[in-house]
T-cell receptor, first 116, second 111 residues
Framework: DTEVTQTPKHLVMGMTNKKSLKCEQHMGHRAMYWYKQKAKKPPELMFVYSYEKLSINESVPSRFSPECPNSSLLNLHLHALQPEDSALYLC???????????????FGPGTRLTVL | RKEVEQDPGPFNVPEGATVAFNCTYSNSASQSFFWYRQDCRKEPKLLMSVYSSGNEDGRFTAQLNRASQYISLLIRDSKLSDSATYLCVVKGGYNFNKFYFGSGTKLNVKP
């Protein structure tokens, strides 16, 4: 089973709202990722968690706040977003971070976010 | 210089054609290599990993040339359902924790 699930599928929020995106995997993967993808562009890395600790923050604005409650779950808390933050938010996981193994990355279906 | 470079296309080919995509990467320390397929408004899906010896999966053949830092994907007997964007992805190199994405190559297979 190579499934990563994400909820919600779609989210519309105002600039003053607080919302959260959720991601779950049951593959025993120890690395989890948040990406942002705009139309006709490749995914852009936001955060990497390795063994439930934040290992990479790609200088993401603080209005995006990641959280990894356990090895299967990854959240992205959103607050005071801007219209330009509207995008597809993708969660991914891979078996481990680093090392010499191939460690393919598997993506969830994404949350399509619209900020009004 | 971008970590991974691909021709954005689009490649417009008839059904049954053979089409090849190429990709170059900038860091010789890169560790692992992949092709992903992404349909419009969907998530990227792993098509195949690319190994040094080359590998084949049905109509798809991937090759890696570490000396030239070059990856290729060959699709034989194209189907309408192959229409998608193909992303070249490289892991490691500048940061061994990261996956680096090419900009994607758009393929349109026409009847």
């Amino acid at each position: 089973d190579t499934e990563v699930t994400q909820t919600p599928k779609h989210l519309v929020m105002g600039m003053t709202n607080k919302k959260s995106l959720k991601c779950e995997q049951h593959m025993g993967h120890r690395a989890m990722y948040w990406y942002k993808q705009k139309a006709k562009k490749p995914p852009e890395l936001m955060f990497v968690y390795s063994y439930e600790k934040l290992s990479i923050n790609e200088s993401v604005p603080s209005r995006f706040s990641p959280e990894c409650p356990n090895s299967s779950l990854l959240n992205l808390h959103l607050h005071a977003l801007q219209p330009e933050d509207s995008a597809l938010y993708l969660c991914a996981s891979s078996q481990q971070v680093g090392g010499s193994a191939y460690n393919e990355q598997f993506f969830g279906p994404g949350t399509r976010l619209t900020v009004l | 210089r971008k970590e991974v470079e691909q021709d954005p296309g689009p490649f417009n080919v008839p059904e049954g054609a053979t089409v090849a995509f190429n990709c170059t990467y900038s860091n010789s320390a890169s560790q692992s290599f992949f092709w992903y397929r992404q349909d419009c408004r969907k998530e990227p899906k792993l098509l195949m990993s690319v190994y040094s010896s080359g590998n084949e999966d049905g109509r798809f053949t991937a090759q890696l040339n570490r000396a030239s830092q070059y990856i290729s994907l060959l699709i034989r007997d194209s189907k309408l359902s192959d229409s998608a964007t193909y992303l070249c992805v490289v892991k490691g190199g500048y940061n061994f924790n990261k996956f680096y994405f090419g900009s994607g190559t758009k393929l349109n297979v026409k009847p």
